[in-house]
């Protein structure tokens, strides 16, 4: 597994990350057992990266990372977490005081003195631009609360603004074939800024592992079912914000492009992981066998042009007047 630096942190993190949405809550019911086993094999596989929040199942996800990581001394693993969404995201609520309480409960939750880097989860547009909120992040690092801080934004505007933030180490950000946007401004200004870029939802909510279709249908308590058009966060969030019937059109087009023996989801990673300013891809996994194909992804190297290609040729003529000027 390709390690990469974390901008200016002196960390490195994997190519292919793990994102643990799914082993707190809004993807149905994954077990203690079975979230800590993705976990051990994602570690087991090379996968340094772990990306968590602490409204992921109220904290449970962090609690379950804290534990498997406290069984590795010496895992040599960051964890990414989120904090802000515990309260209405409104602009009054993103102070000194709530920060050092939300990241004091992320501390206890993870069994850690000081957070490997915790980032804004996705707040409004206000709060990435005042002075005041890097103030309190600056605070936050000085206190030895947190070693470094970033910024999950739902628009590439967001990110720009979050970048040009000397503090800011990371943006995580939507990336993957139905969402191209960050690629027109937002990994040039990050390399150039040296700030890195984690590459979140990327396989749209599992739309891209090829693996749905029209007959498809998922558990009442999972986004995919109850957050389709926007009902209860941003309807980015939820397969990438494409509808469902489109989505199936682009992936069985994406699926004809791919090289002999390489299945979407692999080269969907592979793809994005391969962008130039890209630090770090970081898809689910509710099961082991997932968790080890994704981080195998990582080590894919065929050639992707004609994927790549393809990709675009999707994008712009079924996806960019709906996406793109969206987020």
Same mark, same amino acid.
């Given at each position: ?36 086993? +993705? /976990?051990? =094999?994602? &570690? !087991? *596989? $090379? @996968?340094?990266? #772990? ?9 449970? %996800? ?123 401004? +937002? /990994?040039? =200004?990050? &390399? !150039? *800024? $040296? @700030?890195?870029? #984690? ?9 891209? %592992? ?118």
């Amino acid at each position: 597994m390709q390690q990469r630096p974390l901008a200016r942190t002196g960390r490195s993190v994997s190519a292919i990350g793990l994102g643990t949405w799914q082993l707190g809550a809004d993807w149905g019911d994954v077990a203690e057992d079975d979230a800590l086993a +993705v /976990l051990a =094999a994602s &570690a !087991d *596989a $090379g @996968v340094t990266l #772990f990306d968590t929040a602490d409204v992921y199942g109220d904290g449970r %996800s962090e609690q379950i990372i804290g534990r498997f990581l406290a069984s590795r001394p010496g895992h040599g693993i960051t964890v990414a977490t989120k904090m802000g969404r515990r309260m209405p995201q409104e602009p009054a609520n993103y102070t000194p005081e709530n920060f050092r309480a939300w990241t004091d409960r992320s501390r206890r939750n993870l069994g850690v003195d000081t957070l490997d880097l915790v980032q804004l989860h996705c707040p409004p547009s206000a709060v990435i631009d005042a002075d005041a909120t890097y103030d309190a992040l600056d605070d936050l690092v000085a206190s030895g609360a947190t070693a470094a801080y970033g910024v999950s934004v739902e628009t590439c505007a967001q990110a720009l603004s979050a970048i040009a933030r000397p503090g800011v180490s990371n943006v995580q950000i939507i990336l993957n074939p139905f969402r191209l946007k960050p690629l027109d401004e +937002v /990994l040039p =200004a990050a &390399a !150039d *800024a $040296g @700030v890195a870029v #984690f590459a979140r939802v990327p396989l749209a909510s599992g739309l891209l %592992s090829g693996k749905y279709s029209s007959a498809t249908r998922f558990a009442e308590n999972d986004h995919r079912m109850y957050n389709r058009n926007g009902e209860a966060f941003d309807k980015g969030e939820t397969f990438s914000g494409v509808d469902f019937e489109l989505g199936l059109q682009a992936v069985s087009e994406l699926d004809r492009a791919l090289p002999a023996g390489v299945s979407l989801p692999a080269a969907t990673l592979a793809w994005i992981a391969g962008l130039p300013g890209v630090t770090s891809v970081i898809p689910g996994a509710r099961n082991v066998a997932q968790a080890e194909s994704n981080a195998a992804a990582g080590a894919v190297d065929v050639d992707l042009s004609t994927f790549d290609a393809t990709i675009h040729d999707v994008y712009d003529r079924l996806l960019r007047p709906t996406i793109h000027p969206q987020w």
